[in-house]
């Protein structure tokens, strides 16, 4: 596509529910990555693929998050049994390259998740 | 651990003024350098990449420099106008991605 899709673009959930966030990067970019910004905050890294592989899953806050990519294209994410902290925006980001070779980051315009 | 520092956190100009914005790293091993820009509630907008063979990128009225022997980039903005109002992002690449905690800019007309 011209550029990165997130959806949706906003989620409002129940404590204890499980959400799904999809992203579809720019068509051709290899790499792809999962930012999480709070309320005020900065951004925080939380996952990075090469093709449908993830080299870096450091980020991730508990093993309540998981993600995956498929097709070398389309990545979720997946929280489960949401808490009130997972409230943030998550922007989904993809370059052309793999880290160590990268080109320009491009963003999407993220998904509001609230977490009542 | 790679730490990006942004100053200042927040700014405030005049319509007309000229204006840089600091970013610096306590590593300075990164291999690019790209600036952003975010609005309220949107994702960032990408302004300029410095590659690891450049020094420096212009667009418009923006000037992004790179000194990667002080781990130390700058974003001038000359003729700052009300639109340019938004929060600045500065990211490093090293292993990952870095990025900077903003500085937050109003262009008061």
């Known amino acids: 596509g011209a550029g990165v899709s997130q959806s949706p673009s906003n989620k409002v959930t129940e404590k204890g529910k499980d959400v799904e966030l999809r992203c579809d990067p720019i068509?051709?970019?290899?790499?792809l990555y999962w930012y999480r910004q709070s309320l005020g905050q900065g951004l925080e890294f939380l996952i990075y693929?090469?093709?449908?592989?993830?080299?870096?899953k450091s980020g991730l806050p508990s093993d309540r998050f998981s993600a995956e990519r498929t097709g070398g294209s389309v990545s979720t994410l997946t929280i489960q049994r949401t808490q009130q902290e997972d409230s943030a925006v998550y922007l989904c980001?993809?370059?052309?390259?793999?880290?160590?070779?990268?080109?320009?980051?491009?963003f999407g315009e993220g998904s509001r998740l609230t977490v009542l | 651990k790679q730490e990006v520092t942004q100053i200042p956190a927040a700014l405030s100009v005049p319509e007309g003024e000229n204006l840089v914005l600091n970013c610096s790293f306590t590593?300075?091993?990164?291999?690019?350098l790209q600036w952003f820009r975010q609005d309220p509630g949107k994702g960032l907008t990408s302004l300029l990449l410095?590659?690891?063979?450049?020094r420096e990128q212009t667009s418009g009225r923006l000037n992004a420099s790179l000194d990667k022997s002080s781990g130390r980039s700058t974003l001038y903005i000359a003729a700052s106008q009300p639109g340019d109002s938004a929060t600045y992002l500065c990211?490093?690449?090293?292993?990952?991605?870095?990025f900077g905690t903003g500085t937050s800019l109003t262009v008061i007309p």
């Open positions: 068509s051709g970019h290899t790499a």
């Open positions: 693929f090469q093709g449908n592989s993830a080299p870096d």
């Open positions: 980001a993809s370059s052309l390259h793999s880290l160590g070779n990268t080109g320009e980051l491009f």
């Open positions: 590593d300075s091993a990164i291999y690019n």
């Open positions: 410095i590659q690891s063979s450049q």
């Open positions: 990211a490093g690449v090293g292993n990952q991605f870095y």
